[in-house]
T-cell receptor, first 114, second 115 residues
Framework: DAGVIQSPRHEVTEMGQEVTLRCKPI?????LFWYRQTMMRGLELLIY????????DSGMPEDRFSAKMPNASFSTLKIQPSEPRDSAVYFC????????????FGPGTRLTVT | GDSVTQMEGPVTLSEEAFLTINCTYTATGYPSLFWYVQYPGEGLQLLLK?????DKGSNKGFEATYRKETTSFHLEKGSVQVSDSAVYFC??????????????FGQGTTLQVKP
């Protein structure tokens, strides 16, 4: 199994630009989670989907952030416009809702906004 | 609501020392409990899990026992190696309460093992 795939692995962009992060969950998993990790705030849950439907987006910091899951094998997290304080590592994770609800994380996208 | 509290880090140990990282939780119902490990520059990896009281999760020499009476899930290893240097996260599922599949994470504990 390829695991959770995220792209790009690194993104450097200028303030005001649109940024799109991509995630492919593990095949067969029906829950997908987007997290943000910074030194100051630690690991934060931004939004999660069950069966492609957004369930809770209360962790999305502002309207500049949006997420979609058009099908079971693909999700995007978009920031428009980006700001320097959005610089962080963004992780995608998926789970099957079977068993114990363990989540499997991707390698992350390191975003730097200058 | 549900919550997880981990001991403050960083924890610095010499190679072959005994490791304990404390984790306590607050939850309704019967959540599953997890330890995740994050090596530098990588994502979180599931280290071990336990799904019910008195279960012991184990992997790579690490162990943790689900203690419902003390609401704890402490991580232990008998002899740490330099390669164990990482950040360790304790987590619980909300399966016992709202059952959304969310995990509630502790703040993470950094372990540094010196040769």
């Amino acid at each position: 199994d390829a695991g959770v795939i995220q792209s790009p692995r690194h993104e450097v962009t200028e303030m005001g630009q649109e940024v799109t992060l991509r995630c492919k969950p593990i095949s067969g998993h029906n829950s997908l989670f987007w997290y943000r990790q910074t030194m100051m705030r630690g690991l934060e849950l931004l939004i999660y989907f069950n069966n492609n439907v957004p369930i809770d987006d209360s962790g999305m910091p502002e309207d500049r952030f949006s997420a979609k899951m058009p099908n079971a094998s693909f999700s995007t997290l978009k920031i428009q416009p980006s700001e320097p304080r959005d610089s962080a590592v963004y992780f995608c994770a998926s789970s099957s809702r079977q068993g114990a609800d363990e989540q499997y994380f991707g390698p992350g996208t390191r975003l730097t906004v200058t | 609501g549900d919550s997880v509290t981990q001991m403050e880090g960083p924890v610095t140990l010499s190679e072959e020392a005994f490791l304990t990282i404390n984790c306590t939780y607050t939850a309704t119902g019967y959540p599953s409990l997890f330890w995740y490990v994050q090596y530098p520059g990588e994502g979180l990896q599931l280290l071990l899990k336990a799904t019910k009281a008195d279960d012991k999760g184990s992997n790579k020499g690490f162990e943790a026992t689900y203690r419902k009476e003390t609401t704890s899930f402490h991580l232990e290893k008998g002899s740490v190696q330099v390669s164990d240097s990482a950040v360790y996260f304790c987590a619980l599922s909300d399966r016992g309460s709202s059952n959304t599949g969310k995990l509630i994470f502790g703040q993470g504990t950094t372990l540094q093992v010196k040769p």
